[in-house]
């Protein structure tokens, strides 16, 4: 039943066709198997009456037809099997139903008529009519469906071809989207790199700072001793202003130092170069004779065209250093300046 439903909705069994097929057949079966001519033929009761007995026969010889070759072309293995499924439409729908239409007409003209078709004058014509009828019929069939099959490859293929567009359109949407999330991604990851450079570098700068303070902070607590006259007497690092040389120091192998309470005194070094090396980070070479302690160091400027360094202590000296040096020291109060900074930033 649910073959015979889906025979009915296809287009193997509309309505109309079977009719007109039915009726293309009796009209061929009905005139041109007389002797008489078409307009003289359509005038006749008699023939009227053979061309209704006749559609009404085709019309069920139609149906079967139809129903065989909607079968026969549904069938999964006869569509992979051509030659086959040929040869057995040929012998149920020509072979088998023309011998059955022959015996149901034999039948129906005898009994409702009284006359043996097998004795008429143009039965073998009658018979060959028949057999192409049914032959056509079929032929119909197989060149609607190739028609059906072609239609349905071409909407098919343009089907295709558009879901083809349009996921070329999405791939090229995406390839896009995907380039611009590279290219962000990327745009990211330097900008990623380069704040780890720079936190790299921050890092290490802040290592040589921190290693610096240290050394500043270990010098600052170091004591040394100093002759104040005839007396020794400690002193730290932060105490000095400056050492100095002065005439004959270098003879007797001391170094002359200034405190910033004012007074003076000496220590038992040959040069100014071994206490540079000893106290690096806290003191300052302002000439070829003199060593300036930063913390001393109050201010500089230039005045009169001299470069002057003043001191903090007792006396506030003011010292006249080169160009060279208060340069110098000008990029070293800049670097300590920026220490200072990231110390209160933290």
């Given amino acids: 039943?649910?073959?015979?439903?889906?025979?009915?909705?296809?287009?193997?069994?509309?309505?109309?066709?079977?009719?007109?097929?039915?009726?293309?057949?009796?009209?061929?079966?009905?005139?041109?198997?007389?002797?008489?001519?078409?307009?003289?033929?359509?005038?006749l009761e008699k023939h009227l009456i053979v061309f209704a007995f006749s559609f009404v026969l085709m019309l069920f010889a139609v149906v079967p037809i139809a129903y065989v070759v909607?079968?026969?072309?549904?069938?999964?293995?006869?569509?992979?099997?051509?030659?086959?499924?040929?040869i057995i439409q040929f012998v149920i729908l020509v072979y088998v139903l023309g011998a059955v239409a022959l015996r149901v007409v034999y039948k129906i003209y005898f009994v409702l008529f009284g006359v043996d078709l097998q004795q008429a004058e143009y039965f073998e014509r009658d018979f060959t009519v028949v057999m192409f009828c049914l032959i056509m019929i079929q032929f119909y069939y197989a060149i609607r469906k190739e028609r059906k099959m072609n239609s349905f490859r071409k909407r098919r293929i343009m089907l295709m071809e558009v879901q083809l567009l349009q996921m070329d359109r999405k791939l090229k949407t995406a390839d896009s989207?995907?380039?611009?999330?590279?290219?962000?991604y990327e745009s990211e990851l330097a900008e990623l790199k380069g704040r780890k450079q720079r936190l790299r570098t921050n890092y290490e700068q802040l290592s040589i700072d921190e290693n610096r303070l240290k050394a500043c902070l270990k010098e600052a607590a170091e004591q040394f001793v100093v002759m104040i006259g005839a007396k020794d007497e400690w002193v730290r690092i932060p105490q000095v202003a400056y050492f100095h040389l002065k005439e004959g120091s270098a003879r007797s192998k001391l170094v002359d130092v200034r405190l910033l309470d004012g007074r003076e005194g000496t220590v038992d070094m040959d040069s100014l170069a071994k206490i540079e090396k000893q106290w690096p980070n806290l003191f300052f070479r302002a000439g070829r004779g003199i060593l300036i302690q930063h913390l001393a160091i109050k201010d500089q400027y230039k005045e009169d065209g001299d470069c002057i360094i003043e001191l903090f202590g007792k006396h506030q000296e003011r010292i006249k250093v080169p160009a060279e040096a208060y340069d110098r020291l000008l990029k070293i109060k800049e670097q300590w300046t920026r220490i200072s900074q990231k110390e209160d930033g933290r």
């Fill in 1 to 43: 039943m649910i073959i015979l439903r889906y025979f009915v909705r296809s287009w193997y069994g509309k309505p109309w066709l079977m009719m007109l097929m039915a009726a293309t057949s009796a009209f061929l079966i009905t005139f041109y198997t007389t002797n008489q001519s078409l307009a003289s033929s359509l005038t």
């Fill in 70 to 86: 909607f079968t026969l072309d549904r069938n999964a293995y006869l569509s992979q099997h051509e030659p086959l499924r040929y």
């Fill in 177 to 184: 989207k995907h380039n611009e999330l590279i290219r962000k």
